[in-house]
């Protein structure tokens, strides 16, 4: 899927509100009380919709099957690493 960049003037207000044009609300379907995740992409600021982050991390561990516990294996990991650590002591 082909991405397309548009680029519009956002106003920032005196209390640090960032006023989003019409035109920008209505292509990404944001409206008034929306709460957009703000983040630093290097230098530019993204404004993303929190749907499309849970979507984009569904996607990203998809292949990982549901009887498999991320935590429990970081936690084993995490305690084979401080038993190594405290063998070298």
């Known amino acids: 899927m082909m991405e397309t960049t548009t680029a519009n003037e956002a106003r920032i207000g005196a209390h640090g509100q960032v006023a989003i044009p019409e035109s920008t609300r209505s292509a990404t379907n944001l409206g008034a009380g929306d709460r957009p995740a ?6 530019p600021l993204v404004l993303e919709r929190r749907g499309e982050i849970a ?9 990982i099957p549901p009887e498999v516990s991320l935590v ?5 990991e ?5 038993a190594r650590e405290a063998a070298e002591d």
């Open 55 to 63: 979507r984009r991390l569904q996607d990203r561990f998809r292949h």
């Open 38 to 43: 703000a983040r630093m992409v290097g230098e």
């Open 78 to 82: 995490r305690r084979l690493e401080a």
């Open 72 to 76: 429990d294996e970081l936690i084993a």
